[in-house]
């Protein structure tokens, strides 16, 4: 099919978003992917946080969604390091009822460990969360010249949002 300027290629569109998080670049292929074995386990994947919670997230990762020929259920293993797992054991049937609420219905009946080295193997490689960066103090002046537009408003929401503006803009130049 021809474009309407003439041209049988379509013209490039440029994305203006900036750099996209791998997850969402392949959300759908992991998805559809997942998808064969009666229950999505892609929502296990990209929702894990929400699932597992904070603090189990940052040591864990879903490896494998396991199935028994003729069974029901499915076994659910999951990547931690060594000195993790014995913390992480005492916490299965409480995550184990957090995975099947996600889904609605007894889809994991068991929850196996694997324990690997927080780096360094080939195939167990595990990058868990780190704890977040504080965030670095702005520079008084940039404060002050935030302050500066926002003392132009009277609305205090408003002023609150314009010099957090200015402050944004004013550090992404420096």
Not at 36 to 56: D, H, K, M, S
Not at 152 to 162: G, R, S, V
Request: with cysteine; hydrophobic share 45%.
């Amino acid at each position: 099919m021809a474009h309407p300027s003439g041209n049988s290629k379509a013209p490039f569109r440029r994305r203006s978003r900036g750099f996209q998080a791998a997850a969402t670049l392949l959300a759908d292929r992991v998805q559809k992917a997942a998808e064969g074995r009666g229950f999505a386990v892609a929502r296990l994947l990209t929702n894990w946080a929400e699932i597992a919670g904070p603090q189990l997230a940052a040591v864990t990762r879903p490896v494998r969604v396991s199935h028994s020929r003729g069974g029901f259920g499915a076994t659910l293993t999951l990547l931690t390091t060594g000195p993790m797992a014995p913390m992480v054991e005492m916490q299965l049937p409480q995550l184990r009822d957090r995975v099947n609420a996600c889904y609605g219905y007894n889809a994991v009946q068991r929850i196996t460990l694997t324990q690997t080295a927080a780096s360094g193997f080939a195939e167990g490689q595990a990058a868990f969360a780190h704890a977040p960066r504080a965030p670095k103090a702005p520079d008084p002046a940039l404060l002050a010249r935030a302050e500066g537009v926002a003392q132009q408003f009277t609305d205090p929401t408003l002023a609150q949002a314009m010099a957090q503006l200015a402050l944004n803009v004013a550090s992404r130049r420096t």
